[in-house]
C-alpha cells in the first residue's frame, strides 16, 4: 500500500487517456487540459513505472509492452473505482459525460436520431463520440477500454464481453425495379448470376450472406464492396446490381428511386443486433442508464 503514496488518481486518469489515444496532444483534449500538463504527467508516470510507456514509431507514438500490460487492469480499476464512488448514484439530468461508442453506417441511421432526442431533452450534458469499426475492431476497442459500448452483430464474442440483443432481424435484397421479373421475384439462378453489392469495412470481411452461400455449396460475384449503407442504394438505379441488407436499412429508401424489394431466393437465417459491452464497466451505474436508453429507442 505504501507504492500508493506515490501516485494520485489523477495521474492515473492521465495514464488511461494517453494508453488509449496514443498520443499526448489528443489525451490532453480528452482530458481538457493543456498539453504541456499532459506531457509533465507522462514523464511523471514513465519515472513512476521505470518504462517509456509511449515510444516513437514511425509517424506517430506506439505503446511498450508494458505499458499494454498496464492497459487491461488500469480499465479495470478505473471502473471499479467509478462504481464505488457512484454505485446507485447516477442523475441523467444533471450529468456531465462523454461516452464513446462504436457501430456500423446502418445502425447510425437506425438509432443515433431517437437516441440524440432522448439525451438532448433528458440529459444535454451527455455527449457522444461515434466511430466506425469492423465488428472484430469493436470487440478489441471494449477490450482495450477504447469505446464504452459497441452496436452491431456479434455471434462470437469473447467470453469478458457482455451482450444484450436489441432486436431481431433479417435480411431483404434490392436492385432496380426495371431489372426485375414483371411479375414474382427473381430465380436463384439469376440472383446469383448478377453482380452484387457489399457493404462492409472491408472487402475481405466475412459475412452472413456468403456464409450462408458457402454452406450450401453456393456464390455469387461481388462486383462492389463499400462501407456507406447510404451510398450503396444509390448504385442500384439504372445497374443490374443486387444489394442484400438487413431490412430495416431500407425502411427509408424513397419509393421515387425505382428499386424494388424482395426475398433473398435462398435460406438466409435472421440475426440478432446487439450491444455490446466489457464485463468490467457491467457495475458502472451511468453505462447502465445509457444501455437502457438505447433499449428504449429500438
Known amino acids: 500500500m505504501d507504492d500508493l503514496r506515490r501516485i494520485d488518481l489523477n495521474l492515473l486518469l492521465t495514464l488511461q487517456a494517453l494508453l488509449a489515444e496514443k498520443h499526448v496532444t489528443r489525451a490532453a483534449l480528452r482530458l481538457y487540459k493543456s498539453q504541456p500538463a499532459v506531457s509533465h504527467a507522462l514523464a511523471q508516470l ?5 518504462d517509456p510507456l509511449l515510444t516513437r514509431q514511425g509517424g ?34 444533471l450529468a456531465v459525460r462523454r461516452f464513446r461508442l462504436a457501430l456500423s453506417d446502418y445502425a447510425a441511421h437506425l438509432l443515433l436520431p431517437p437516441l440524440l432526442r432522448r439525451l438532448r431533452a433528458q440529459a444535454p450534458g451527455i455527449d457522444l463520440a461515434i466511430s466506425q469499426a469492423s465488428r472484430e475492431a469493436m470487440l478489441a476497442q471494449l477490450a482495450d477500454g477504447e469505446i464504452d459500448l459497441a452496436l452491431g452483430v456479434f455471434p462470437d464474442a469473447p467470453g469478458d464481453i457482455k451482450r444484450e440483443t436489441l432486436f431481431e ?24 448470376e448478377r453482380p452484387h453489392v457489399l457493404v462492409a469495412m472491408r472487402p475481405d470481411a466475412e459475412n452472413e450472406i456468403d456464409a450462408a452461400l458457402k454452406a450450401q455449396g453456393m456464390r455469387r460475384h461481388v462486383a462492389l464492396t463499400l462501407p456507406h449503407w447510404s451510398a450503396s442504394t444509390e448504385v442500384l ?28 431466393p435462398f435460406d438466409l437465417p435472421s440475426f440478432s443486433f446487439q450491444q455490446a459491452w466489457h464485463g468490467r464497466r457491467d457495475s458502472d451505474p451511468a453505462l447502465c442508464w445509457l444501455r437502457s436508453v438505447v433499449i428504449s429507442c429500438c
Do not use: C, Y
Open 46 to 50: 514513465r519515472d513512476i513505472f521505470q
Open 169 to 192: 432481424e433479417h435480411f431483404v435484397s434490392v436492385a432496380d425495379r426495371r431489372s426485375q421479373p414483371p411479375k414474382g421475384d427473381l430465380p436463384l439462378p439469376q440472383w446469383l
Open 237 to 264: 438505379a439504372g445497374t443490374d446490381l443486387i444489394l442484400t441488407v438487413a431490412s430495416r436499412a431500407l425502411a427509408k429508401v424513397a419509393a421515387g428511386k425505382a428499386l424494388r424489394q424482395f426475398k433473398p
Open 60 to 93: 506517430g507514438m506506439a505503446l511498450t509492452p508494458r505499458a499494454r500490460e498496464l492497459q487491461q487492469p488500469l480499465e479495470a480499476a478505473l471502473g471499479q473505482l467509478n462504481a464505488l464512488l457512484h454505485q446507485g448514484e447516477f442523475d441523467a439530468s
